[in-house]
């Protein structure tokens, strides 16, 4: 079922005054061989709620605020880093994928696979004592989350995947515009870094909804300021180059699902959300007019209530 947006604030939305959400800060927990960085808000007596973010993308772009607002409406908040990002564990010794491995999808230049981290997440679910929770993700980590689902079916309550695809290499491709900007070597001072960061979001984020330079080059300065890793972003995108199509699993999962995709985007074009919708029985399709690859603070009152309303759908 498709469900056709307008985007902002819905009525009512952000009239009242928000309750203080209490986080976690900044924790750190032993999955296998890895130790991964998490962070919480809100009750840990709520049900959980666990946030999967993109690639070579910190936990810290589930912004604060985005985080509350979930709190906020009822659920123990849970974001984390992926391996090989952030604070959690880089895997400096693995191999290093060319840009001809990138382009070619040569399964040897991946160190791992996208099923290993999605495994990473319910270990994570496992050290916290969580036996199923709310899955969200974003771009590589609504790959991730649709990964966990059908991996881990017991662990998930209900899926909801945004601007992710199902790893069919006939949909959800990036415009050609873009690839050169993915593959172009990062800068590592830091003025090069912000500089890169916020030039990538203009170019894949949400025209009709502006972020704004300041709260972009904010952004990237925390980012910057927890540490960056091009090899491990690098090694991330192997598993996803090289990740094979996940349509007929996804035909095995039974829990409320929510697909989420902009019609701008650019960088996983709507055709992925529309497949990943499609090969889900029972799964919505929402799709958010003028919405690219990114969550801009505009729309987060609307992600917000899908969020809310899968896990609802979920409890049924």
């Known amino acids: 079922m498709v469900v056709e947006r307008s985007g902002g604030h819905r009525a009512g939305d952000g009239s009242e005054r928000p309750r203080a959400v209490a986080s976690s800060g900044e924790r750190y927990v032993p999955v296998g061989k890895l130790e991964l960085c998490y962070e919480t808000f809100g009750d840990r007596t709520m049900p959980p ?31 984390f880093e992926n391996r090989d990002v952030g604070r959690s564990t880089i895997l400096r010794e693995s191999h290093v994928p060319t840009r001809s491995q990138l ?10 696979s996208l099923e290993d981290m999605a495994d990473d997440a319910a270990g994570l679910l496992d ?11 974003a771009s590589m980590g609504g790959m991730l989350a649709q990964l ?34 993915m593959l172009r070597r990062p800068r590592r001072d830091r003025e090069g870094y ?3 960061f916020v030039e990538s979001y203009r170019a894949i984020g949400s025209r009709r909804y502006p ?4 709260r972009l080059w904010t952004l990237a300065e925390r980012c910057f300021e927890r540490g960056i890793h091009p090899a491990g972003t690098a090694r991330q995108l192997a598993a996803v180059m090289t990740a094979t199509d996940r349509t007929a ?15 701008a985007d650019r960088l996983v074009m709507p055709s ?21 690859h990114d969550i801009p603070p505009a729309l987060w009152p609307q992600i917000v209530g899908e969020i809310e309303q899968t896990a609802a759908n979920g409890r049924r």
């Not at 382009?103 to 230049?109: A, I, T």
């Not at 079916?153 to 006939?170: C, D, H, K």
């Open 127 to 137: 050290q916290l004592g969580v036996e199923a929770a709310y899955v969200v993700g």
């Open 148 to 181: 966990v689902t059908i991996r881990h079916p017991a662990r998930v309550l209900s899926l909801v995947s945004i601007m992710a695809t199902t790893g069919n290499r006939r949909v959800g491709l990036t415009h050609p515009a873009l690839w050169r900007q």
């Open 211 to 214: 972020s704004g330079d300041d």
């Open 49 to 79: 709620l666990l946030l999967i973010m993109g690639l070579g993308s910190q936990m810290v772009l589930w912004e604060d605020e985005f985080c509350e607002q979930l709190a906020q409406r009822g659920f123990w908040v849970v974001r």
């Open 249 to 263: 699993l996804l035909h095995e999962i039974k829990v409320a699902t929510t697909v989420i995709h902009g019609d």
């Open 103 to 112: 382009v070619l999808r040569d399964p040897r230049g991946a160190a791992y």
């Open 272 to 292: 992925g959300g529309r497949a990943t919708a499609e090969a889900v029985d029972g799964a919505r399709l929402v799709v958010i007019p003028g919405m690219a």
């Open 194 to 196: 912000v500089r890169d």
